[in-house]
């Protein structure tokens, strides 16, 4: 079949807020770097940065979904830090090993998935109300198994997940595989959409385009290589990426998500069990925010009370940056990851430039509601 | 030459691809009941809507004269401030507020933004005299009947000094006790001036209290008569006209054996109100019925219930294939067989920010899907297959739904339930709002899926169009079968006969 182009202006159009996004980015970090003079560009900082953003990031990619389906989760730092937590007590008092605390952890996260998605599913209570709850709820139950304690030190073997590195040779054949296989996927889908009559852009920008975006796979990988490798939490990030990634575009369960999010009427007629997929959804947060509570905990290798705190907040605001829609339907995962990373640049380059905390919360703020209304200005049209 | 109240001159208005009023005139007389009727869809609803400023002055041609000044209403407010007030169909109280506050709502009694309790109270039961409600002003609306707060309503047009009252269906949930009560009241507003302009598909109503008559067609008016020796079935056929039927090839289907099978079924809302009463009826394969009656006779309530998709209670039986089902929700029935179009395809049919393909497996997720992971490749065969023979224009499958007209919009519904290869197979006015050419087309495919041995139930208030389509049409009226008539030979006489209460 013959092909059908797209011309620039199309192409663009298409995709103005991944560009838009991607572009702020850039721009953060070039105003940055030149305000700290290079101290943000260099890899020891960029390393760390992805590393402050790993939590978030993982929160976000799961926020996105929740989002989609028109529902919001507020507990999601409290049961962070109770998951994180649970691990920590478990570890320290009980001398339970890494593996275990891990899986006690992680059952923690489900069953408090289960009990919001048995209440925003089944009872019809707002997500908003019954994860507030939770919110104070969770952050009371962090004092009561820690005592209200710090607990510390994890053994080496839970501390790992969030301080360790993968060798810098791995790293770089890991680092290698990934870009090829981004090139691989990238060419196949071009392909496939030749093959349908759909209309792809020009060759010229369809190589420029995998050639940029390989470039900037590759260069993230090169600047933690430069440094230590590759932390096991970002890693381990890829890899929440990838899979929730396809979720969302690749799985009938995501697929329903979006569905109830964008029309519950039309897609309860079409006959997709709106309480069932809910329940699954929140389960499967609850799984991913006790993830998130164990690398944070693992990072600061302690648990204290008030760990987590305002993450639930981050990591809206990631997602909603990244162009996910409060009314539901719409919102991509790797948009939350960049908005993640717009957010944690902010803190990262505040912070190098010594500026008081004070003003870092409020330009926060401003620019949260700044990227929101460019948003909502620029879809107008 | 007599002084009109109102003139509405040589109205147009069109939506995307339909032309709902096409140089509509209408003179009512100052102080008269004025009732105007028409089949639905006839534009009689657009009209009102147009007067009442809901569609702005810009939006639509012609022009509308009060008195002897030229009106161009830009919103409500402005067709309030002339004297104009609309009631419509779906009642406008805030049910969780009393009714002394739903009378002044927006219009509240206050004095540096205080409101004064004592003088509202008085007179909202002042305003409540006049239209003979005996409700105390600070009684909860949620807690009165339908009818008493139709009365609410009208107060509530009265107290804003309306001299010309609109009321779009008022007494289609009413019982018949209430619509007199309230036809008395509307005959002593005429008593006392005020202009009346009464929209009904009860034709005794309408010509038990109507001083004029003007009858609206296909977006065009037929005729205005005066309320002397009119009969219901001079009515009756001056709304229905003639009309082309059309979708029939002339081609005999087999019909087969008896697939779905309803008995005795009622169904019942939140507030144990029955919507559908003791139906009773049998399907076959490759047979199309259809059901007939006006707004409000429980025809979308019974097919959404047989889709496990309306009711709270329901009683009965339905068996499909002579086995019982149990019809929960809409994900049971899919999976039994039944399909629906339901007859709102924006809200309930179409996720809009989606694009074609997606829309289209929406309710097949499974014949894309291994394991629970989609393959692309099989949702774009099967939406270009079924976009090729639905015709759906549209530049790619990859289109956002939004984006089309009504026409495709149905066109992409439908594929939606042909993808599920239904037994049954239930369309909810599936020719509305679209254009000619799309509904022959509509029409088409439905008589194909009968060929094939699916059973059709079609519920539709074209009634030349289910004349043209149906082996029989069952007529509805106030959630019983009325009566069941020939769709061959069938005069849309003896269906509006029928549906407007008349026994055979």
């Known amino acids: 079949m013959e092909e059908k182009h797209l011309n620039l202006k199309e192409s663009i159009r298409n995709n103005t807020r991944q560009y838009t996004m991607i572009g702020a980015l850039a721009a953060i970090w070039i105003i940055f770097t030149f305000l700290t003079n290079n101290l943000f560009i260099d890899p020891r900082n960029l390393s760390n940065l992805f590393l402050q953003t790993v939590t978030i990031a993982i929160v976000a990619s799961g926020m996105t979904l929740i989002m989609v389906t028109g529902n919001i989760d ?50 019809k209570v707002p997500a908003f109300i019954v994860t507030l709850a939770s919110m104070m709820a969770f952050r009371g139950a962090i004092l009561g198994v820690t005592g209200g304690a ?32 981004y090139v691989g996927f990238a060419v196949r889908k071009r392909a496939r959409r030749v093959k349908y009559g759909f209309a792809v852009s020009k060759p010229g920008w369809a190589v420029l385009k995998i050639a940029s975006l390989s470039a900037a796979l590759g260069g993230i990988f090169l600047i933690m290589i430069m440094n230590e490798g590759i932390p096991y939490a970002v890693l381990l990030l890829f890899a929440v990426v990838l899979i929730f990634s396809f979720i969302s575009q690749n799985t009938v369960f995501g697929r329903r998500l979006y569905a109830i999010g964008g029309n519950a009427d039309a897609a309860r007629l079409s006959g997709i069990g709106i309480e069932k997929n809910l329940m699954r959804l929140f389960m499967l ?64 380059g505040m912070s190098l430039m010594n500026i008081d905390i004070t003003y870092q919360y409020i330009i926060k703020g401003l620019i949260l509601l700044l990227a929101v209304w460019v948003d909502i200005a620029t879809r107008k049209k | 030459m007599t002084e009109y109240a109102l003139e509405m001159k040589n109205i147009v208005k069109e939506f995307p691809g339909v032309r709902a009023l096409d140089g509509v005139n209408i003179q009512i007389r100052k102080g008269e009941i004025h009732a105007l009727v028409g089949e639905n869809g006839a534009g009689k609803s657009t009209l009102m809507k147009i007067l009442s400023g809901l569609y702005p002055v810009g939006t639509y041609d012609g022009e509308i004269r009060l008195g002897n000044s030229l009106c161009r209403f830009k919103n409500i407010k402005e067709s309030e401030r002339s004297g104009i007030a609309i009631i419509h169909q779906e009642l406008s109280l805030v049910r969780e507020l009393d009714v002394m506050e739903n009378i002044f ?18 007179k909202a039961r002042e305003a409540l005299q006049r239209v003979n409600l005996s409700v105390s002003p600070d009684q909860i609306v949620r807690y009165l009947g339908v009818g008493e707060q139709q009365l609410v309503e009208i107060a509530k047009a009265l107290l804003k000094e309306a001299d010309i009252l ?154 499909l294939r002579g086995k019982d089902l149990s019809l929960v929700n809409p994900e049971d029935a899919i999976r039994a067989g039944i399909s629906l179009v339901s007859e709102d395809r ?159």
């Open chain 1, 74 to 123: 507020l507990s999601v730092g409290s049961v962070a830090g109770f998951a994180g937590a649970v691990a920590a007590v478990l570890q320290v008092r009980y001398g339970w090993n890494a593996a275990s605390a891990v899986a006690a952890s992680l059952a923690t996260g489900l069953a408090i998935g289960a009990w919001h998605g048995f209440w925003v599913a089944y009872s």
């Open chain 1, 150 to 181: 710090t607990l510390s030190p994890l053994s080496e073997s839970l501390k790992m997940i969030g301080t360790n590195y993968v060798a810098p040779f791995p790293s770089a054949v890991f680092a290698v595989l990934c870009v090829a296989a």
């Open chain 1, 285 to 348: 947060f609850g799984l991913l925010v006790a993830t998130a509570g164990i690398v944070m905990t693992a990072r600061l290798n302690a648990a204290t009370t008030s760990a987590g705190s305002n993450m639930e907040l981050d990591a809206i605001a990631a997602c909603v940056i990244g162009g996910t829609s409060l009314m539901g339907g719409e919102g991509t995962i790797i948009g939350a990851i960049i908005g993640a990373l717009i957010m944690s640049s902010l803190d990262n």
């Open chain 2, 105 to 122: 709502l927006g219009n509240e009694i206050h004095k540096w933004g205080v409101i004064r309790h004592e003088k509202a109270f008085m």
């Open chain 2, 166 to 319: 609109i009321l779009d269906e008022p007494t289609a949930a009413l019982s018949e006790q209430e619509s007199g009560k309230l036809l008395g009241i509307l005959k002593s507003l005429r008593e006392k001036g005020v202009t009346c302009i009464y929209i009904s598909h009860r034709l005794k109503e309408v010509l038990s209290i109507a001083d004029r008559l003007t009858v609206l067609r296909d977006g065009k008016t037929v005729c205005t008569l005066d309320n002397a020796g009119i009969t219901e079935a001079d009515l009756i056929a001056h709304m229905v006209g003639r009309e082309l039927s059309h979708g029939d090839d002339g081609e005999e289907r087999t019909v087969g054996e008896v697939i779905l099978e309803v008995q005795d079924w009622s169904v019942y809302d939140e507030a144990t109100r029955r919507h559908v009463s003791q139906v009773s009826f049998s399907l076959r394969a490759g047979e199309i019925m259809g059901i007939a009656g006006l707004v409000g006779a429980g025809r979308t309530e019974l097919v959404m219930s047989l889709f496990g998709a309306w009711g709270i209670r329901t009683s009965g039986r339905v068996l």
């Open chain 2, 346 to 504: 924006k809200r309930f049919g179409l996720v809009l920010i989606q694009d074609v393909k997606n829309n289209i497996s929406l309710a097949s997720l499974e014949k894309i899907s291994r394991r629970g992971v989609l393959d692309a490749n099989k949702e774009v065969r099967y939406a270009e297959q079924y976009a090729a023979d639905l015709k759906i224009k549209t530049p790619s499958v990859e289109q956002v739904v939004m984006n089309l007209s009504g026409g495709n919009q149905q066109k992409i519904v439908l594929a939606k339930w042909l993808m599920t290869e239904p037994a049954v197979f239930i369309l909810d006015e599936p020719t509305r709002g679209i254009d000619v050419g799309a509904k022959y087309e509509i029409c088409r495919i439905i008589n194909e899926l009968a060929k094939r041995g699916v059973g059709i139930i079609i519920v539709s208030s074209e009634l030349a169009e289910l004349i043209g389509l149906c082996d029989r049409i069952l007529v509805m009226h106030e959630g019983t079968v009325a009566g069941e008539v020939n769709g061959r030979g069938a005069t849309q006489e003896a269906i509006m006969h029928l549906a407007t209460g008349n026994r055979n």
